[in-house]
């Protein structure tokens, strides 16, 4: 399943970017990353993710959302999750990203606490 990116701006400094496919090592992940990445560098410094229909990540899909994490904090900015499916949320405990990484049950959810 390859992995597809749709972004919903709410205002100039808010989007909520929806996976929808595995978060895993290959050309659609990189695409995924420099759609993201450019919405970062243009503005964006409230970042929701919503993974509702991401079954699955790899290292490569981790390593990619630590990198979200890292250019927001650059920017004094916000990342959090939503919809995350329990494999993915098992990985992210077991990595104790989870911490960095905050997730809630829907996009609304993440939008509050981001203010």
Excluded: W
Excluded at 52 to 76: E, K, M, N
């Amino acid at each position: 399943m390859s992995l597809e990116v749709s972004i919903k701006h709410i205002d100039a400094a808010t989007a909520v970017v929806t996976l929808t496919g595995a978060l895993s090592l290959g050309t659609q992940l990189k695409i995924a990353d420099n759609q993201i990445q450019d919405l970062i560098t243009g503005g964006v410094t409230k970042l929701v993710l919503d993974l509702t229909a991401v079954p699955y990540s790899d290292s490569a899909g981790l390593g990619t959302l630590i990198h979200f994490y890292g250019l927001l904090q650059q920017r004094q900015g916000t990342i959090r999750l939503c919809g995350v499916s329990e494999r993915v949320a098992a990985m992210l405990r077991m990595t104790k990203t989870d911490v960095l990484l905050p997730a809630d049950p829907s996009a609304e959810a993440s939008l509050s606490a981001i203010g």
